[in-house]
């Protein structure tokens, strides 16, 4: 079945540093791909998306791009600040039903 | 425009009694899913509905969760009775249309903890 992998964390930053967050997919045919972040104490915020293969999906300075030959959606950030530290998920959505299918989340602590 | 609303935002309860959640769609949202997210884990889907009809709901547990959506707008979500494992977050979203590409929305989720 379909399913989404994401690098164990937690990701620990010092302000400032490059972040990339791994995700992988499986699935049949050409699933949209999500990042969904979860700050403390309040829910799942759609952060980007992309819904084919070479889109670029971008919001606050992040960025993820959709490579269908390695099936990835890797997420990444230029300069992380104390106010990204959050859960980052990765997820994805196909299907007659179209449910989303998230991976196990990545907690990213960014320290100033 | 205003978001999807929870509620409780909280609850504890002992095992084997029951609990219900309520969910207040995005006004004009045709889909509706509730999530189950257990700590460290990403949200799992328990059902979907497409205005008030089932559309997927084959990872709820029947035996002890039921859900409904009456109407097409609000929906219930039940367990009877709860066990220790239920404990949990759980997530309603929505979305305007069922679409591949159509993003969630999600409210801010009903933590349940069961003693």
């Known amino acids: 079945g379909d399913s989404v992998t994401q690098m164990e964390g937690p990701v620990t930053l010092s302000e400032e540093a490059f972040l990339t967050i791994n995700c992988t997919y499986t699935a049949t045919g050409y699933p949209s791909l999500f990042w969904y972040v979860q700050y403390p104490g309040e829910g799942l915020q759609l952060l980007l998306k992309a819904t084919k293969a070479d889109d670029k999906g971008s919001n606050k300075g992040f960025e993820a791009t959709y490579r269908k030959e390695t099936t990835s959606f890797h997420l990444e950030k230029g300069s992380v600040q104390v106010s990204d530290s959050a859960v980052y998920f990765c997820a994805l959505k196909r299907g007659a039903t179209n449910k989303l299918i998230f991976g196990t989340g990545t907690l990213l602590a960014v320290q100033p | 425009e205003a978001g999807v609303a929870q509620s409780p935002r909280y609850k504890i309860i002992e095992k084997r009694q029951s609990v219900a959640f309520w969910c207040n769609p995005i006004s004009g949202h045709a889909t509706l899913y509730w999530y189950q997210q257990i700590l460290g884990q990403g949200p799992k889907l328990l059902i979907q509905?497409?205005?008030?009809?089932?559309?997927?709901d084959s990872q709820l547990p029947k035996d002890r969760f039921s859900a409904e959506r009456l109407k097409g707008v609000d929906s219930t979500l039940k367990i009877q009775p709860a066990k220790l494992e239920d404990s949990a977050v759980y997530l309603c979203a929505s979305s305007s249309e069922g679409g591949q590409g159509s993003p969630l929305h999600f409210g801010n989720g009903t933590r349940l903890t069961v003693t």
């Open positions: 509905f497409q205005n008030n009809g089932v559309v997927d």
